[in-house]
């Protein structure tokens, strides 16, 4: 699977931002998709992750009520929508797809490039 991750950008604390991650290469909804992010000098973290049909979720606690993913598995796209931004969760943001479970740090099959969000205070 080939990842392509978009949306990233400069936004000030309070606001919104929506990305996207474009998928191709395999069959789409046969993956679990996750969304990773790594803050200037720290390590990537796990933010969400989105089941094969998308109908459960899981989330990292600091974005918990703030950040709600989804995907459409007939434009193979997922998606993180970021409301309430801070600070802190200025980041590289990364998609990634596993084919066994929600992707984790250490258990994902394919990553996408990064997509820079800097919130500023």
């Known amino acids: 699977v080939q990842l392509q991750a978009s949306g990233g950008g400069l936004v000030q604390a309070g606001g919104s931002l929506k990305l996207s991650c474009a998928a191709s290469g395999r069959t789409f909804s046969n993956y679990f998709m996750g969304w990773f992010r790594q803050p200037p000098g720290k390590e990537r973290e796990f933010v969400a992750g989105i089941t094969l049909s998308g109908t459960s979720t899981r989330y990292a606690d600091s974005v918990k009520g703030r950040f709600t993913i989804s995907r459409d598995n007939a434009k193979n796209t997922v998606s993180l929508q970021m409301n309430s931004l801070k600070p802190e969760d200025t980041a590289v943001y990364y998609c990634?797809?596993?084919?066994?479970?929600?992707?984790?740090?250490?258990?994902?099959?394919?990553w996408g490039k990064g997509t820079l969000v800097t919130v500023s205070s």
């Open positions: 990634a797809a596993s084919y066994a479970r929600i992707p984790t740090v250490l258990g994902a099959d394919y």
